[in-house]
DNA sequence: AACAATTCCTAGTGAAATACTAGGAATTAG
DNA sequence: CTAATTCCTAGTATTTCACTAGGAATTGTT
């Protein structure tokens, strides 16, 4: 029952543009360094996020990736969804579900639905703009302690 | 985001078991058949679910598993703790958290223990006594659509 | 005592997924 | 032209998954 790697860094990435949304794109390498994640290795997830339509790339120099859309139309669903596959804990209570020969005779199922259910309640109720809200409070605190680790300047 | 087949099998083989509650052990090779799992690989499981007190063996002729607690006082939670580790997203959310430098100034943290505490609700509320009562249901169910099904085959 | 049915225990294994790394081609601003 | 960037294909070490194998120990029945 646990988020991989790719969900984890995902969603912190994403996070990452949505804190630079409506500011020109930012490449991976500074996401990757801010983030402490291997450069290589978010080139691959965010070819997923690209493919899924949830971030825009532009190539060259000053290039780099910003959001398709408004954090607060992108869920955290939406990042795990392309990330992680579907939202479930089997695939028999997947949106898209895998036939099960129990399928319609099954008490177990009734309980993966029940779980699935909730697991997308959080995940789709959960949007890149609360998160981004979340991450302020803590800049906030962070302020009053030593240093932000959250700004909105374009340092270059 | 998945539950393995140890989740999938040790849940079905409780509901087995709670199924046969207060009647006398049943052995894996019973249960492995009925629910159409390996019986060697339930073996393993069961091995995880006895010690962490959650059944009881009985070795020898006429031997087997039964529940060591009454159905209503095993949660699934319970089953899914032991076989697939703690319920939570990722390792800084757990009862026990894995210690991870950015832990108090983490905006994807609270996301992950919202998602964390709504799965462990489900599945903590979730007993083998309610699974046993879903089962039930599909029995009743299968009786009337099974009389069904033979006189509808009868007039076609 | 012999036997059959069962749990108990240790070890092994093929396949898939995970979490990357490597290297270079294509594109674009300055 | 050059430096900075994305894009793309391939490779790889490690871990996890889902079992399988084989036999020792225990216990009811005959």
Redo the contacts between chains.
Sequence with gaps: ???TSK??YG??AM?ELAIHYGQGPISISAIAKKQEISEHYLEHLFASLRDAGLITSFRGAHGGYELARAPEEIS?GDI?RVL??P?????CVAKDPVFCTRMG????R???K??QT??E???ES?TLAW??E??K??DA??DSLCNA?ITKSNEE
């Excluded at 939202?87 to 695939?91: G, L, T, V, Y």
């Excluded at 005779?105 to 177990?108: F, G, K, S, V």
């Design positions: 029952m646990r988020i969900g984890e969603v912190r996070l955290i795990i992680e596959g939202i479930a804990p089997m695939d005779n099954c008490a177990t009734v309980l993966w029940k779980l909730s697991m309640k959080v995940l959960t998160l981004y979340e991450a409070k803590f605190e962070d680790s």
